[in-house]
C-alpha cells in the first residue's frame, strides 16, 4: 500500500519505519525542515532501539522517503495517517491545532479517494471535526478512520510490530477491510468499533495504567509504615490474572508523553460532559506527591539541603529513551536546586534534552555515572537504566563523601545492598531501608481488637 504519514515525532516516526519494514511504500512528511534533513541524511532525531537500522534498509530498498511537501505525500497515498502531536493546553485538554492544520492541508491538497486515519490521541469527537475540516477544503471523497497507537517509548518499534492489538474505529464496512488488511500481518487481535469508541479506548487504556502505577506506589507507602516489602506484594498480585503483574512496579510516579497528558485530558473531557473524574484525580495526585519521597528521605537523612552535593542517576523519564517529558526528574531536581544544593545529574542519553529545559549555575551535567557520584552527599536514582543497576556498589561507596543511596526505582538487588555499608532507601521496601529514620509500625503498638465470639 502507499502511505503517507503526517508528523514525524514518536509515533509517525516509528510507524513510518515499520509500515515500510512491512513492505509498503512510505512518505513521511514534517513541516520542521531541520528535522526532515537529519531524517534524509540517515540520523534518527530520537532515541529509540533498533530504529534506525530499520530506517536505513527501508531508505535504501526505496520504500521510505522524507519530506516538507505534504502535498506530495498526499498524492502518493491511497492511505494519509495523521500522526501530529496534542499536547497539553494550559486547561489540561488537549491542543488540537496541530490536527487541525493538518487537516486543511490534506483537504487542500487531496487529488482523489483517501482514507485519512488518525493515530494521534485525540479526544471523543474530533474525528468528526477532522472530517468536517476535510469536506470545507476538498471535494473529493474520502474516509476518516480512528487507529490510535499503544506503543510505549524504548520499545516502540517492538510494540508497533507485536502489538497486543490493532483498533481501528470506522462506520464503513470497505474501511474497516483495508485496513485489517494493512495491520493484519501485526496481530490477528483486531478490534473494530465505532470512531467514538476507538478515540476513548485510548483514553481509558492510558487512564488504567495510570491508575495502576498509583495505587501501587499508595501500597508502597502502606508497606514502609507496616514493615511489608511491596515488591514481594506486587508479585503476589500480578500472578492474579484478573490483576496482571504489568505496571505495578513502585517508584517515584509515570512521567512522560502519554500518562500525564492523557489523564489531565480524559478528567477536561469529564467535566466538558459534567461528570467529576474523582478517580483519576486523585491518581493525578498520588503521583505528584510521590516524587517527593526523595526529597523527604535526603531531609530526613542531611538535615540541610543548602550547599550539599546531590548526585542524580537518570534523567529520562524511563530507561531507553532520550524523551524527558515530564519526567520526575524535573521536579526533584528543582525543588533540590531551590534548596540551595548542587546536583551532579547524568544520564546515558537524555542529558542534553534535560539540559534544554533546565540550566542552573548548580545543576553540573556529567558524563559518566561515576563523575556524577564523585564526591556527593548522597545519590539519588530516578531512572533505572541497566547501567546503573550493574554500577558496582562497592566502587560506588568508595566515591560518595556520605554513604547515602536513595533507590527512587527499586533497583538494586537485595542481596547486593547487604555486602555494603550503603545507607539505603527503596521504595516500599523497608526491610532493606538502612540508616535512615524507618517509619512507625503502625500495627505494633494497636490495641488489641475485641472480637466477638458467637455463643
Known sequence: MKLAVVGTGYVGLVSGVCFAHLGHHVVCVDKQEERIARLNSGEVPIYEPGLKEMMDASAAAGRLRFTTGLQEAVHHADIVI??????????????????????????????GYKIIVTKSTVPVGTNEKVAAIVAAHSGHPFAVAS??????????????????????????????????????PLTEHIVV??????????????????????????????????????????????????????????????????????????IQIAGHVDYEFKLLKSVVEVNRDQRYNVLRKLTEYLGELRGATIAVWGLAFKPETDDVRESPAFEIIGRLLEAGAVVRAYDPVAADNFRKGLEHPNAVYCSSAAEAAAGADALCLLTEWREFADFPLDKLQAL???????????????????????????????????GIREQSPALADAPAQSVDKEP
Open 82 to 111: 495523521l500522526a501530529v502531536g496534542t499536547p497539553s493546553l494550559p486547561s489540561g485538554e488537549a491542543d488540537l491545532s496541530f490536527i487541525e492544520a493538518a487537516a486543511r492541508e490534506i483537504g487542500q491538497a487531496m487529488n
Open 193 to 266: 468499533t465505532d470512531i467514538r469508541s476507538a478515540e476513548m479506548i485510548k483514553y481509558a487504556s492510558n487512564a488504567f495504567l495510570a491508575t495502576k502505577i498509583s495505587f501501587i506506589n499508595e501500597i508502597a507507602n502502606i508497606c514502609e509504615k507496616v514493615g511489608a516489602d511491596v515488591m514481594r506484594v506486587a508479585e503476589g498480585m500480578g500472578y492474579d490474572k484478573r490483576i496482571g503483574s504489568s505496571f505495578l512496579r513502585p517508584g517515584i510516579g509515570y512521567g512522560g508523553s502519554c500518562f500525564p497528558k492523557d489523564t489531565q485530558a480524559l
Open 147 to 184: 487507529v490510535p497507537e499503544f506503543l510505549r517509548e524504548g520499545t516502540a518499534v517492538k510494540d508497533t510490530l507485536n502489538p497486543d492489538r490493532i483498533v481501528i474505529g470506522t462506520s464503513e464496512e470497505a474501511v474497516a477491510q483495508r485496513l485489517a488488511e494493512l495491520h493484519r
Open 400 to 434: 560518595l563523601r556520605q554513604p547515602l543511596l536513595i533507590d527512587g526505582r527499586n533497583a538494586f538487588d537485595e542481596s547486593e545492598i547487604a555486602k555494603t555499608g550503603l545507607v539505603y532507601y527503596a521504595v516500599g521496601r523497608p526491610r532493606l531501608n538502612r
